[in-house]
């Protein structure tokens, strides 16, 4: 059986995270996003409002699954027990980043594979970072993220 790990921030999930999401929902036997505690990172949302949103979005998968993580991802894989980790890749300026962190989990965890997805044409310029940009200036959001994300996003700026 194969199973796979999507970690990740989502702080928050956008839609180019859902595409990655429903891809390998259908590659692999079993998908669990791992979402990033990281008490050290100041988020937007708390971890577990960031799992809530995610599994709202994705309970339609009956082979995807959310859980948090703290620490390093390869003890979290060792845990749950997967072998792959999915990253998406965006542009070229994503690869050094990730090149290095696939490289340095692999030679810390040599059963470990990290697969690198193209990111779908239409969402090749979106990240977290951008539409928490946007929507702390006002900006609509509503392409970048689902109907039911807009308002939660758009509240943390009110506040
Ligand atoms: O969505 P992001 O912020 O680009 O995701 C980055 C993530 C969560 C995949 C990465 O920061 C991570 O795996 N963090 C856990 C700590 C770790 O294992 N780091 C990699 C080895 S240095």
Redesign the pocket.
Known sequence: MSRAIY????DPVTFGHLDIIERSSKMFDEVIIGV?CNSAKQSLFTVEERVDMIRKMTDKYDNVKVMSFE????DFAKEVDATIII?GLRAVTDFDYEIQ?AQ??KVEYDKLETIFMATSLQYSYLS?TIVREFASYGGDISRFVPEEIVPLVEDKFKK
């Open positions: 970690p990740g921030s989502f990033l620490g390093l991802l390869i990253r962190i340095t989990n977290s």
